[in-house]
């Protein structure tokens, strides 16, 4: 079946440094790819998103290209503040079934 | 909109009670569903609702545990009786399509079970 595979945290880098978790996914159709984004003590909130190959989702500084050929979703920030501190997770969805969702990476960012 | 709305928040029950949780989804939201995220073993889905009909319970880990949907505003998950490997967050989520393709899925806050 379809499935998530993104990379074990947790990440913790300092302020202002280069984020990048990585995703990769396994699926048997054309998937749409999302990342969410849970803060502590809350639910997941869509962080952004791609329905194509080569499309670029972006929101709050973070962006993920859609890599067909590498079936990968890789999310990345430029410079991250301490506000970023979450829990991250890849997700899909094939032929308008539910999401299929990764098991999350821990991002702590430390002043 | 206030989103999804779920209660309690928090709820310590003891072992072998009856446990409800509650949960409203964004109106004209026509799919929901209940998601319980631990430490060891992540967010699992354990049954989604379309148009207020169950469509897939096969991640409602025992029969202990069962939901219901009788209309479009509200929805229910039941853990009976409880055990203390039911600890977890549990959540609720609304979205306007099974794939949440063009929105996404809106989630609520989330009931964090305690059982002692």
């Known amino acids: 079946g379809d499935s998530v595979t993104q990379m074990e945290g947790p990440v913790t880098l300092s302020e202002e440094a280069f984020l990048t978790i990585n995703c990769t996914y396994t699926a048997t159709g054309y998937p749409s790819l999302f990342w969410y984004v849970q803060y502590p003590g809350e639910g997941l909130q869509l962080l952004l998103k791609?329905?194509?190959?080569?499309d670029k989702g972006s929101n709050k500084g973070f962006e993920a290209t859609y890599r067909k050929e590498t079936t990968s979703f890789h999310l990345e920030k430029g410079s991250v503040q301490v506000s970023d501190s979450a829990v991250y997770f890849c997700?899909?969805?094939?032929?308008?079934?539910?999401?299929?969702f990764g098991k999350g990476t821990r991002l702590s960012v430390i002043a | 909109d206030a989103g999804v709305i779920q209660s309690p928040r928090h709820e310590v029950t003891e072992m072998g009670q009856e446990v409800t949780l509650r949960c409203k989804p964004i109106s004209g939201h026509n799919s929901l569903f209940w998601y319980r995220q631990t430490m060891m073993r992540g967010l699992e889905l354990l049954i989604y609702f379309n148009n207020n009909v169950p469509i897939d319970d096969s991640g409602m880990p025992e029969d202990r545990f069962s939901a219901k949907m009788p209309n479009a505003s509200f929805s229910t998950l039941k853990i009976q009786p409880s055990e203390p490997r039911d600890s977890a967050v549990y959540f609720c989520?609304?979205?306007?399509?099974?794939?949440?393709?063009?929105?996404?899925?809106?989630f609520g806050s989330g009931t964090r079970l305690t059982v002692v």
């Open positions: 989520a609304s979205s306007s399509s099974l794939a949440g393709s063009t929105y996404g899925y809106t």
């Open positions: 791609a329905t194509k190959a080569d």
């Open positions: 997700a899909l969805s094939d032929r308008n079934t539910p999401l299929v």
